[in-house]
Nanobody
């Protein structure tokens, strides 16, 4: 399985971005998916997760109400819609796959994308 994340960029505070993560290989629809982020000098942190069917989603408190995770199993793609962006959202964002539902620990994810940079200017 390979994951390719894209859609990052530079945006002003209050703006929006949509990240995409395309998966190659079979069985995408049988995996839960997650987004994590890592700012310079910081540990990688959980952002959002979605079950294999898309029926349930999970969010870090810091992004709840602003970010939305979704997936399209027909396209083998998971998305992260980010609204009302803040400078503290600046980080490299990673998508990942897990067999666990609602996992918030990075150690529960076995496959990772390469990351896409999101920079929010004040």
């Amino acid at each position: 399985v390979q994951l390719q994340a894209f859609g990052g960029g530079l945006v002003q505070a209050g703006g929006s971005l949509r990240l995409s993560c395309a998966a190659s290989g079979r069985d995408f629809s049988t995996y839960a998916m997650g987004w994590f982020r890592q700012a310079p000098g910081q540990e990688r942190e959980f952002v959002a997760a979605i079950t294999w069917s898309g029926s349930s989603t999970y969010y870090a408190d810091s992004v709840k109400g602003r970010f939305t995770i979704s997936r399209d199993n027909a396209e083998n793609t998971v998305y992260l819609r980010m609204n009302s962006l803040k400078p503290e959202d600046t980080a490299v964002y990673y998508c990942a796959m897990s067999r666990m539902i609602g996992a918030t620990s990075q150690f529960s994810y076995g496959y990772w994308g390469q990351g896409t940079q999101v920079t929010v200017s004040s």
